[in-house]
């Protein structure tokens, strides 16, 4: 399906490297060929998936005239980052309103994400609690800025609503046609998935243009039932806005939450081991809250089986590297109290 109907400003230039992974392949048995489409290359501050929402969104935000944005996501929300980038490319202010999903754990002064914030000169920043509602947190704040004579417009956490999941709808499209060029049959896509819009999109854009690829979501911020269940109906309310009239199918959706756990952001062992293994047999670096556990969850398939032998499976890098700085104390280990750390 062409998208050209939808406005966008043309951030994406280009379509990002489809790359073979062959010492992770070998090192992971050799038996299943990894592949990684580095949208972590996408523009932006430091780069990553959101930028291909925010291509839409932001057409529409200028569209609607507006002086600036206000949007939300955890304390170290690459969403966030690359929301105010885009604003600051724009000449627009941004305000963020952080989610503090793990108690205690907003550092006005932290590295990562969070210093990015600062040097791009966000205009506001509003912490509330985990348990608290962020769309009315961000209506709150509008409300105020309107009657201080702004125009804001609130974008979703994520850029996850039917107009930003057209980014991936593109993507699944580019991943089409690099898999033609490249005389390569791609059988599994695997994404981290949180606010669910990377997902539905790739769903979406296979599914009406009838690409037989299994999407395989590993979630990052909730359990696999509701999970699905967020993305179907956002892949369900997108084919209703590209003016499809149908509800997405179920047996489409797959999502996976083994690596999820304690939560979202929380470190685990199979996040770290990914992390290391990628960094040792690649040199390229995951995060910690969202490609990190992507990425165990695909090795975890990978050794129950999942994936038959042969299978040729491509790792959507959806970026996020400054948190990675952020966590850096989950990657080293005591060695034995003699006062030294190693890897």
């Not at 898999?179 to 979406?204: E, K, R």
């Not at 490609?291 to 040729?312: E, Q, V």
Request: one cysteine or more.
């Amino acid at each position: 399906m062409k998208l050209t109907r939808f406005k966008r400003r043309g951030y994406v230039q280009q379509p990002t490297p489809v790359c073979f992974l062959p010492g992770l392949s070998q090192a992971l048995g050799g038996e299943v060929n990894i592949y990684i489409k580095r949208d972590d290359f996408l523009p932006g501050c430091a780069g990553g998936n959101k930028t291909r929402k925010l291509d839409f969104v932001m057409a529409d935000v200028l569209e609607k005239k507006a002086d600036c944005v206000i949007t939300c996501g955890g304390v170290q929300s690459n969403h966030c980052r690359l929301t105010l980038s885009w604003a600051v490319h724009e000449g627009l202010d941004c305000y963020l309103v952080l989610e503090e999903r793990v108690k205690n754990s907003y550092d006005p002064r932290a590295t990562g994400n969070n210093l990015l914030y600062h040097l791009m000169g966000v205009k506001g920043i509003k912490v509330i609690p985990g348990d608290a509602s962020s769309p009315e947190a961000m209506q709150e704040l509008a409300d105020e800025l309107i009657r201080e004579g702004r125009r804001p417009y609130i974008i979703p956490g994520g850029a996850s609503n039917p107009m930003g999941t057209l980014g991936y709808m593109n993507c699944a499209q580019e991943i089409t046609q690099q898999m033609f060029q490249m005389d390569t049959d791609i059988q599994y896509v695997v994404v981290p998935s949180g606010s669910a819009g990377t997902q539905a999109g790739l769903l979406t854009g296979f599914y009406v243009d009838q690409t037989n690829i299994e999407v395989i979501g590993c979630d990052v911020s909730r359990p696999a039932d509701a999970q699905t269940e967020k993305v179907r109906n956002l892949a369900s309310d997108t084919l209703h806005y590209l003016g499809i009239n149908e509800e997405f199918p179920s047996e489409r959706v797959h999502c996976f939450d083994k690596f999820f756990y304690p939560g979202y952001s929380l470190p685990n062992a199979g996040m770290v081991e990914a992390v290391r293994l990628m960094a040792r047999t690649e040199s390229i670096l995951l995060d910690p809250v969202y490609s990190g556990k992507a990425m165990a969850g695909l090795i975890d398939l990978l050794r129950t089986g999942y994936f038959p032998k042969g299978s040729n499976v491509l790792f959507i890098h959806t970026g996020g590297v400054p948190a990675l700085y952020k966590y850096s104390s989950a990657f080293f280990e005591s060695s034995g109290g003699n006062g030294k750390t190693s890897f």
